[in-house]
């Protein structure tokens, strides 16, 4: 109730549903084929991380941003795997949750700095033992789109990544756009999932 308060006050934002386990969210989903999803992890029946993935593969233009109580739930991250494109606690403030899915919605991911340093610790442990050099999986980049990936990857904002490349904002996100068409990723927080399981930061 509070969440949908804060988004009916907004001009640009229109909630269209709401769902209490995985397999109504997904349901309606289907039928009302929103902008965002804002996904709880744990809920009865079928759970955040299956209707993600669910809504990822049926629904490709729908983004899913997922909601949990804590930044260290693994949980959360195995919804991100499967297809969310933004991480955000219960807790965030409206104006977060509101630029959270403002963000999700024009395609960027949202994920703090911290949630992606946290990201990377869990999934580093469960990497393979690969030579570490990515060749063959970013083989299709230019050198200037790597570069954009492994920034990327080390968790910076597209301002964070012009201002070190000294490059403009719009030309980073065109660099973007190519890195995640090229590699077939779903948006900004898969592109740093690709750069750490293939050795590249």
């Not at 999803?37 to 941003?65: F, H, K, N, Q, S």
């Amino acid at each position: 109730m509070g969440f949908r308060m804060v988004l009916e006050a907004q001009p640009d934002i229109e909630v269209v549903g709401e769902a209490s386990d995985g397999a109504s969210a997904l349901e309606l989903a289907r039928r009302t084929r929103p902008d965002v999803v804002l996904m709880d992890v744990r809920m009865p029946g079928v759970d955040g991380i299956a209707a993600t993935a669910d809504i990822a593969v049926e629904l490709p233009e729908t983004r899913v941003l997922v909601l949990t109580t804590f930044d260290l739930d693994e949980y959360a991250f195995g919804a991100l795997r499967a297809g969310a494109s933004g991480f955000l606690l219960k807790d965030a403030r409206p104006e977060e949750l509101l630029a959270a899915i403002r963000a999700v919605a024009g395609g960027d991911a949202a994920v703090s700095p911290r949630v992606t340093r946290r990201m990377i610790e869990l999934f580093g442990a469960q990497l393979p033992g690969d030579s570490g050099d990515g060749t063959d999986a970013a083989a299709a980049l230019t050198p200037r789109e790597r570069e954009i990936l492994v920034a990327i990857g080390r968790g910076l904002s597209n301002t964070e990544i012009a201002a070190e490349l000294f490059l403009t904002e719009s030309t980073v996100k065109t660099h973007v756009g190519r890195v995640l068409a090229k590699l077939a990723l779903r948006d900004q927080v898969h592109a740093v999932i690709f750069a750490y399981e293939h050795g590249l930061v």
